[in-house]
């Protein structure tokens, strides 16, 4: 299966900081990458869908200037959780989709903890 | 988005296969019933997707029944590396929410020795 990248895997930061995250699709090219969410024994929560070259859009709910999302490439997405606060601690996932449009796989995830 | 229905939890012995069923009355003509599986800690692994007709791949087997409301998972040897969350999902084309996945609660299951 095509290989999705994520990084960093883990990340610890202050409360009021902004934490950047990465995610690469490695061999292929990817014109949507999405953005999950998942709390402790909780299912994945979609927070936004992330299209090369123009705006993401963000599921209902979801902060947009809060989380914010670049997808500048064919291979990389970025998710900036800007002010971060305790509550925003959560395992971040993204994915990709495959280039057929059929499949989305999943990057490995990063777990944020603000303290 | 159709809804689909699964246990929250099964057991399945080591060596034998794990059937894992999925209820998506509610699915439409054109949406795809994708399997995936989280083991803990990771990400989400895809395992196999399908829209009409049976498929088969190196990992598992998808039954999906002719009025396409229901569907079947098997894992013909599961594995103690088997233990996930697996996740039954009904995804729309493309060209409708750009094939966004939305994730249920799922069903863990545990593979005994």
């Known amino acids: 299966g095509a290989v999705v990248s994520q990084h960093p895997s883990w990340v610890i930061c202050k409360s009021g900081t902004s934490v950047k995250i990465e995610c690469r699709s490695l061999?292929?090219?990817?014109?949507?990458m999405f953005w999950y969410r998942q709390f402790p024994k909780q299912s994945l929560m979609l927070m936004a869908t992330s299209n090369e070259g123009s705006k993401a859009t963000y599921e209902q709910g979801v902060e947009k200037d809060k989380f914010l999302i670049n997808h500048a490439s064919l291979t990389l997405s970025t998710l900036t959780v800007t002010s971060a606060h305790p509550e925003d601690s959560s395992f971040y996932i993204c994915?990709?989709?495959?280039?057929?449009?059929?499949?989305?796989?999943f990057g490995p995830g990063t777990r944020l903890l603000v303290l | 988005d159709a809804k689909t229905t699964q246990p929250p939890s099964m057991d399945c012995a080591e060596g034998r296969a794990a059937n894992l069923p999925c209820n998506h009355s509610t699915i439409s003509g054109n949406e795809y019933v994708y399997w995936y599986r989280q083991i803990h800690s990771q990400g989400p692994q895809y395992i196999i997707h399908g829209l009409k007709n049976n498929e088969t791949n190196e990992m598992a087997s998808l039954i999906i029944t002719e009025d396409r409301k229901s569907s079947t998972l098997i894992l013909p040897h599961a594995t103690l590396r088997d233990t996930a969350v697996y996740y039954c999902i009904v995804r729309p084309p493309i060209y409708n929410q750009g094939g966004k996945l939305i994730f249920g609660q799922g069903t863990e299951l545990s593979v005994k020795p």
């Open positions: 994915s990709a989709l495959w280039e057929s449009g059929e499949t989305q796989y």
């Open positions: 061999d292929f090219q990817a014109t949507t």
